[in-house]
Structures are given as structure tokens and as C-alpha cells.
């Protein structure tokens, strides 16, 4: 059974006896009222912190205005441990000092939707309203009129919270003043009618809401975490759960931080944009302290694990999901601001009619008008069911903003290597710059710089060298530079491993091995330099073959009206080499691509007036992820590329990305039935109350009914397969496989003949 981490905590005075109250405690969830957080937000970030640290935490959320903690934490610790290390935690957070730069997380995830406190004194007043006007039973006006003004208690103290906050008036008091007016005058069959409605769909949409986190919680917790750790003087790749403190945990170039904890040795560039809303990026070197989820951009760190990071990886998740806009779309904020816009109109078309009619009935009738409580059920109903489907079905949609973005994108712009392509490059030949330098030698050196790197074709180069029995040797420096290579220091040589760009921008010269090899330039095969103190020691060609399903989907997305590009680090060669296999037109492939040049393609297409959607996996694609209307990357890809991507393909397949339009313009197209449902029927009401004294229950009825219709409505996406794209009737030309090399047994000639070197380059020797 887990028990809590011992920690040592820096105490900065003695103990103050903290009062506190324990509202409730189950199995998987405690709450705990504690005066002091009301006013003290340092005790409360210290008490978060606290119990933060504690492995069998799941989530911590303060509210401060209520004075409560409440905090899930793993079924199968025992309550009895899991309110003694709270409690103390409570007493010890008046005495801590937090480490510095400590952003606690504050998460929680949603609870149990509970029918009957929400529905009950609605039902309760509603059913004695229907008892004592139509049954004419002696139940007295004041205990019905009490019912309702507390039932709507909560909905009145909301409205008054965004009027005071916001300073402005909110749709909503239309809808009060309907109903506190008519609990006056008496009838309140329809006060309590409408009360009962609109709850129903508030917790209809909580439901749903609560569903759909539940899911999304499911799918990436349910993804396999692992870290790279120091053991016996070897670097093991060990699930994150098995890291413990005091382990020495290695991190590479666009990794995330899985600990916290202090740097033994490196220098890196880090992302701490998610953990402390700094955009600004800090350097971290020897005895300064990392923090985990955050992003590691350059460099290679050795980290001292002091805090373990599984519920600070779970936080993060959840904060990340409750913290995505889902119900922010153009269309509910559209609705919000028209309706926003006609409540004085409407007061004062309100005031005119009974100073001209002297009929309250009539009078009243335009307070129906309201109808964004309505759309602000239905609209985010609507999302949600829809993220719920996708999620179903492999795609994780961050926010309803992305989904109404994606369905009206038209552009949709690839990144190549790893996205198109299957990502799992191989090596195909080792051109040597000079017949005295061995192939094996060429590989021995450029796997040796490569080692670290998470990049597909180093992955390649590195496996190339493992199945031909050569050996890597450890780098004493090492810098990966986005876009070109890396740049290495291996027993004092400085090696370079890359572009032939980075070869040019360190004036190493290669057309010496494009005359004594022509087919490296007109080859299909991309292409890796290395170089060593400042020589050129061979090219190593690989290929990395698109994946199964690209030209389809590049079909199917055709077919749907987008236009589709490409682009590529890689030479233009080879781009237009697998744009004519895939089906992209040729004006619509750019090589040679930085990330600032990836962003400036984007921009350029984005100043057409086009929506584009960037799908890429890699370090090097971060950038133009962040800067395109929607972006799309893998589960498997690394932690920036999917921390960045507004949509996440959980099955690593590239058609999630039709699907994903499909199901996003299906979710757009009931979110305006929706709108449509209960706009005009609204407008009815109020027509007919104004010009036929409507009866008032008939008009909440028509009104709130249609709310509800609005609300069954926008659950079809949860059980509607037509968004479902048929790929079977899409035709694409057949893709040639690439040959490969085979594979032996025995290591190549080249591999005994590691001596053989160039004598001007004296390099070192690496049996």
C-alpha cells in the first residue's frame, strides 16, 4: 500500500495551530473547510504545495472564497493515512518555505453530477405550484413563493457576481425579472417551470462535461511515460512511475522535465511557459533547480531527482484540460453579446407596453427574449459531445475554439519527415569522402555525436551502427542545433553531423564529395554530412519511407476542398520526390525549411485569407504548430509538438486528420440548428405574448422546451457515424516501395578496417 514521500521542509518558524473542520472524506476524495484560506493566499499556495508532494495525491484544488480544500487522492490508500498526512501538512504549511520559483498546481477534477440536490427544490416547488393551482389544494402562496426564491437563489447569486465583477448587465437578469415578477404577482407555475428546465440543462451540460474530461483523463494517464536514467553508470530508459529520489535522470532536447530536482551537469534553454505563464525562456546549468513539465529546448541536463513528478505530470494534465476553452465559441459569444446588447430595449419595450396596456401578462412577455442562457447550454453540449466522439476515436481536441477553426479550415500544411513519412529512416549506403577513410568509421563517428538525439534520422544512424557491431563513443560536448544537426566533442575533435547548411555555416566544403560521388545530388535518398576537425569525412544516405495511409488521406482531404502543402528541412530533391508519390502538387512543396521559414509559410498563406491547419511531430515544427489557426500532431510525438498541438492523434494515424474536419464541421453544423431551434421559437413567445397575452406556462413551455430539444440535439454526434470519411471510395496511385539493403548477420568489411584513416586528419583512435 503506498505511503506518503518523507520530505525535509525548510521551516521558517514554529508551528501555529491551524483550526479546521472535515467536511467530508471517501475513499477517493476529502474536503476539508480551514478558515485561514479565506484571507491568506501564502498559506494556501504553501498548503497546496505541501500536499502536492505526496505520491498518492491525484489532485489538489483551494477554494479560497468557501475556505475549503478538496483533494482526490488513489483508491487504495487507506483513509486513515491519507487524513494524518493531511492533517499534518495542514498544521506544517503556516512553517514552510516554499523552494523558489514553486508555481503549485491547483486542480480538481469535476465532481459528481448530484440529480437531486440539483433538481430537487425545483421538482419540489414545481409539483406543489402544479398542486395548488390546478388541484386547488390549501397550500399557502409563501411556502411556494419561499420554494422558488430559493431554488433560484443560486442562479440569481451567480447573476449578481458577474454584475458586481464585470461591472455589466448580464442576459440573464431578463430571465430574473421574469421570474421574480411572476412569484410576486402569484403564479407561479411557470417561475417554477423555468426553473426546473434550465437546471435540467445546466446539469445536463455538466454531465456531459464531467463525461468528457473523464475520457480525455482516461486516454493520455492511459499513455506509457518513461524517463532516461542513470544506473551502474548506464543510461536506462525506465517507466516514470519507477523513478525515485535521488536517481539521476537524463534529459535531451525536447523532452519534457518528468522531475524535480536539481542539475549535476549540462547547461540547457527551458520552457517553463505551462508551469509558471512566463512566455520568457531561462537558462538552467549546474546546482540550479528544474522543475517538472517543463520543456527542454537545447542543451543535455543530468537532474538530481529531489520531488517525484507523477502527480505534477497528472496536475498539469488536468489543469491542462480545465483549462482549454471548451465552451468558447464565435457563436455563443456572438449570441452572448446580441443578447447582451437588447436588455435595456427590451426594459423599455417592457415599460411601454404596460404603460400603454396596463396588462401585466403582455408586459412581461419581451423579459422572454433571453434566449443565450439557452445557446450557452446547447452550444457547449454540443462540443462537448463532439471532443467525447473524437476522443473515441483516436483524436483528442483541445478547446471548442479548435474545433470551429477546424471546420472552416481550407488550407492543411504537412510537415514531411516523421508526419508524411513513417519517422523510422534507415540507413541505405555511407558515401566516404576519401578512399582512405573507411565507411565504418564515417558511421562509428557520426552515431557517436547522435547519440542523445531524439530526431528520426538519428534514431536510424544510431540503430545502423548497432546491427553492423560498431561501437559509440561518449561525447564530452554536445549541441543540438534545430533544423541543421548536431555539433559534438569527441576526445577533443569537434564533430559536426547534419545538413550540408551546417556544413556551410562552418565553412566545411562539400563539393569534393559530390564529384567523387555524383548520385548523392541527383539521388532520391536524403542525405547526413559528418565532419571532423574541420574535414569532411563522408555523407551517409538513408531514406525514410511515407507512411501507408499519406496519399490516401492526402486524397481524401482533397476531396474535401482543402488545399494541401508540404514542407521540409530536407533538399528540394527529395521533397518533390515524395509530394509526386503522395499527390502534392509540386507549387505547393517547400524545402529547405527552417522553423522561422516553416512560420513564414504559414504566415504568407495566412495573409491569403486561409485558414491552415499545420500538422507536424518534431522539435523543429514547434514553432509554426504555435503560429497556425489549428495544429495537429502525434501522441507519439515529442512532448513540445504535443503540448503545442490544438488536436492530438492518439493512434498515430493520419486519418484522424479528415476525420477530425468531418466531425468538426458536423458540430458546427447542429451548433447553428441549435441556435436556430431556440431563437425562433424565443421570438414566438414574445410576439405572442405581446400581441395575444400569451399564456405565461405555455410560453416557458415553447421556450424552455425548446432549450431542451436543443439539448437532445447536441448529443448526436456521440451516436452519429456520418462524419465518418469514406476513404474506401478515394482512388490514389499506388507508392513503390523503396528497396532496401539486406540485411547480414556479419559485420561489413569496413568494420576491420577502422585504421584506416586519412593521415592529414589524425583523428583519434575509436576501436
Sequence with gaps: MPTPTEYKIPIKNQFQEIDYEIVHITEERLRIRIPRLTDDPEYASSLTWLIESFDFVVSVRINQPSSSLIVYYEPDVSVTTVQKSLLNSIQQASAVELPPGTVPI???????????????????SLGLAVLSSQFTLPIPGLVIGGLIAVAAAPFVTRLIEITVKERRLDADILDALWLGLYTIKGDFVGPSLMLSL?????????????????????LFMGMDKFAKVERDGQEVQVPLK????????????GEMIPVSGRVLRGTALIDEHKLTGESTLVSRSEGQVVHAS??????????????????????????????????????????????????VPTLLLSGAIFAITRDVSRSLAPLHLDFSHSIRIAV??????????????????????????LARTDTVVFDKTGTLTQGNAEVVAIKTASTEISSAYVLQVAASAEQGNTHPVASAILRHAQENNIKTRPCEAWDYRIGLGVVAQISGQRILAGSHRLMLQEGIDVNSIHQLHPGVRTGSESTVYVAMGGELLGVILYTDPVRPESAQVIATLENQGQQTYMLSGDSQRVAN?????????????????????????????????RTVVFIGEGINDAAALAHADVSISFASGIDIARETADVVLLDDDLRGIPHAIAIAKQAMDIIY?????????????????????????????????????????SFRPLFNAQAVPNFDSVMVKPILDIKRPTKSAEPPADARELQILTPSLQPPVMP
Aim: with cysteine.
Design 106 to 124: 491547483k486542480t480538481e477534477l469535476r465532481p459528481e453530477i448530484d440529480w437531486m440536490e440539483r433538481l430537487g427544490l425545483p421538482m419540489v
Design 198 to 218: 434550465m437546471e435540467t440543462g445546466d446539469a445536463l451540460r455538466d454531465a456531459t462535461a464531467r463525461a468528457s474530461e473523464r475520457q480525455f483523463m482516461d
Design 242 to 253: 519507477d523513478v525515485q529520489k535521488g536517481d539521476r535522470v537524463i534529459v535531451y532536447p
Design 294 to 343: 517543463t520543456l527542454l529546448l537545447e542543451g543535455k541536463i543530468c537532474i538530481l531527482t529531489k520531488r517525484i513528478g507523477k502527480n505534477t505530470r497528472l496536475g498539469l494534465t488536468v489543469e491542462l484540460l480545465q483549462s482549454a476553452p471548451v465552451h468558447d465559441t464565435r457563436v455563443e459569444d456572438y449570441a452572448a453579446k446580441v443578447a447582451d446588447a437588447t436588455i
Design 380 to 405: 457547449p453540449s454540443t462540443v462537448l459531445a463532439a471532443l467525447t466522439y473524437a476522443a473515441r476515436h483516436g483524436i483528442y481536441i483541445r478547446s471548442g475554439r479548435a474545433l470551429e477553426i
Design 577 to 609: 520526390h515524395v509530394a509526386q508519390d503522395l499527390g502534392i502538387k509540386s507549387s505547393h512543396v517547400y524545402a529547405e525549411s527552417f522553423p522561422d521559414q516553416k512560420v513564414e509559410v504559414i504566415r504568407q498563406l495566412q495573409s491569403q485569407e
Design 673 to 713: 440548428q441549435n441556435t436556430a431551434l431556440i431563437a425562433i421559437p424565443n421570438i414566438g413567445v414574445v410576439l405572442a405574448g405581446v400581441l395575444f397575452a400569451f399564456d405565461p406556462v405555455l410560453g416557458v413551455i415553447v421556450s424552455n422546451g425548446s432549450a431542451l430539444i436543443a439539448e437532445l440535439n
